[in-house]
């Protein structure tokens, strides 16, 4: 008899002219279905719940959209693009994407270039690996409440420790809070500090996959380890450096909780909306119960990050021209 | 040999970087610890206390007299728990259907389980709190656990590890044996998977425990998990650091100390099921 594999019927007589009994056939049958069905049903659970609380919510809230949709009435009157004509024209809508962008460009940007150098610095071998490793991501365990609690106080006005130094070099107090630009860096630290060494040890497990010679045959050519950064580890690492630029994208366009908390719950984002980003302007007329207006705000924001991750995916891509 | 052929001031400078950026990533966590052991009128000082106070346990008091922290935690506790028990249950089973049985289609919904991980599943709250109001789970923890049962990154997590871990020579000896699926799973993929499950279930058990938004929507402040309840105490008692800071110093630094002594396997773990993203 030939081998089996794991996938193939248990049994299979050798002498085929005899007729299997009922029982016989009936396990046949059983197992055949066991194993034909069996993977079907294990991935299964996964694929319900992601359609059910996933995919659904998300397609269902086109359809919100396109109506006077209120938790107050029953009635739901069909307005066609009505909420997307009125959005169009709000100019908090659009300042509410500046200020998304704004925060989004602030805090990613410096969070990937840092990132991708404290991974080139962990790989290579050092005392105290773990001890880095496990330091550097002590922030990414830390919740985003406490983190934006902690740095409100040590971005506050009159006795923040972050003014106090900053009075080392002559600079009078900030009141962060107040205005744009240092609302958008305030909260920018917040995401950077919470996220830089969860992705420096992505890319650092990607590194690690780099094999060695190339390293070894770049050191007898002489080159440092600026450039073997950039003409040996980046181009190694793209596809992975692409997967967290566009994951960075998405998490970046939909900042919600640091200038939610950072405003002490404002869900204006500030007095004069200075840092009201996309998920605030949402979450704004949740609140007021104005579900077909945060649905139209939800389908613009999604084509905005696909339009963005998009175009990320094409610079990170072509950038390898430049480098190799 | 070092694969940059460092020289010594190369490798001085390199540990002064590392070291300095292990030093701002544990500052705040610490200056925490020093503003919730702190009185409030100690907190206007110039310079800023820099070491611990004796205020700490007169702080959490406040804390629980506050708000209901009591209940927070165990809700948080029950949710959490809930959860990463129940990611461990159905990623094991479905990274080992992808690992190691063959079936058709099965390569094409590995692929869609990777590409879920990329949608912006925050943009559909709206329906999926009218959901919620349709099942009358509003205000209940159901209503977090229910969704979070399963996630992509579990699953991928586990067909990594389950595909290097797993002999394929231990399921035919299995099936040899008789064994149908399910018995395979319980008998022999179940204990190979320990290891990687249980870092998987800390991860789980981080996320859910930290997630915010979610519970803050559909959840009341009298019914809260712990991330509420701080921001309801952060947002009700703006001048009151030391209140703030107290509270989020204990529902963060237990979990923050777990990590740190399980640290290396957690790490792993992450970098683990980093690798082919």
């Known amino acids: ?324 | 040999m070092t694969p940059r052929g460092g020289t010594s001031t190369a490798r001085t400078l390199t540990y002064l970087t590392l070291m300095a950026v292990a030093f701002f990533s544990a500052l705040p966590l610490y200056y925490s610890v020093v503003v919730a052991s702190r009185d409030n009128s100690a907190l206007a000082d110039v310079p800023p206390p820099l070491i611990p106070g004796g205020n700490l346990f007169a702080n959490i008091a406040r804390v629980f007299d506050t708000v209901p922290f009591a209940l927070a935690l165990l809700n948080s506790v029950l949710v959490s728990g809930a959860i990463a028990i129940s990611v461990m249950f159905f990623s094991t089973l479905a990274g080992f259907a992808f690992a190691k049985l063959r079936f058709r289609g099965g390569k094409i919904l590995l692929v869609v389980t990777v590409a879920t991980m990329m949608v912006p599943t925050q943009l559909g709250i709206i329906p999926l709190y009218l959901l919620m109001v349709k099942l009358e789970w509003t205000g209940s923890l159901y209503a977090l656990v229910v969704p979070a049962l399963t996630n992509a990154f579990g699953v991928f997590f586990m067909t990594q590890y389950l595909s290097r871990a797993l002999p394929t020579e231990l399921l035919e000896a299995g099936r040899v044996d008789g064994c149908t699926t399910w018995g395979l799973f319980w008998h022999v993929v179940l204990p190979v998977a320990r290891p990687a499950a249980a870092v998987l279930g800390m991860l789980t058990f981080m996320a859910a425990w930290n997630d915010y938004f979610w519970p803050l929507v559909v959840l009341t402040p009298e019914n809260p998990t712990v991330q509420v309840a701080l921001s309801t105490l952060a947002a009700g008692y703006v001048s009151d650091y030391a209140l703030s800071l107290a509270g989020t110093a204990l529902g963060t630094l237990p979990l923050v100390i777990v990590f740190a002594l399980l640290g290396k396997q957690v790490i792993g773990g992450i970098m683990q099921g980093a690798v082919k993203g």
């Open chain 1, 1 to 324: 008899m030939a081998t089996r594999a794991p996938g193939d019927l248990a049994v299979i007589p050798p002498h085929p002219p005899v007729r299997p009994s009922p029982g016989v056939h009936r396990r046949l049958l059983v197992h055949r279905l066991d194993v034909k069905a069996s993977p079907y049903a294990y991935v299964a659970p996964f694929f319900l719940l992601f359609c059910a609380f996933g995919l659904f919510p998300l397609a269902y809230t086109a359809w919100v959209s396109l109506h006077d949709w209120t938790l107050l009435s029953d009635v739901h009157k069909f307005v066609g693009l009505d909420n997307f004509v009125a959005l169009l024209s709000d100019d908090y809508f659009w300042n509410a994407t500046f200020n998304t962008l704004s925060i989004g460009v602030l805090s990613t940007v410096p969070q990937l270039l840092l990132a991708i150098w404290l991974a080139h610095l962990l790989n290579r071998p050092l005392k105290a690996q773990t001890l880095f490793r496990v330091t550097l991501l002590l922030p990414n365990v830390t919740s985003v409440v406490a983190v934006v609690v902690i740095f409100s106080q040590l971005f506050g006005r009159d006795y923040g420790m972050i003014n106090w130094m900053l009075s080392w070099f002559g600079v009078s107090p900030i009141d962060w809070n107040a205005g744009t630009a240092t609302s958008h860096i305030a909260i920018s630290v917040m995401i950077m500090w919470r996220w830089t060494g969860y992705n420096a040890l992505i890319f650092l497990a990607a590194m690690q996959a780099v094999p060695r010679e190339l390293y070894e045959a770049a050191t007898i050519d002489g080159a440092s380890g600026m450039t073997q950064l950039r003409k040996i580890t980046i181009p190694m690492i793209r596809p992975t450096i692409i997967f967290v630029v566009i994951t960075s994208t998405i998490g970046a366009m939909q900042v919600l909780a640091e200038p939610l908390l950072f405003g002490i719950y404002s869900i204006t984002g500030g007095p004069d909306r200075q840092y009201q980003t996309l998920s605030l302007f949402i979450y704004e007329y949740f609140t007021k119960l104005d579900f077909g207006y945060a649905s139209a705000v939800s389908w613009m924001m999604f084509i905005f990050i696909v339009v963005i991750a998009g175009i990320n995916y094409l610079l990170t891509r072509r950038s390898r021209g430049g480098l190799s």
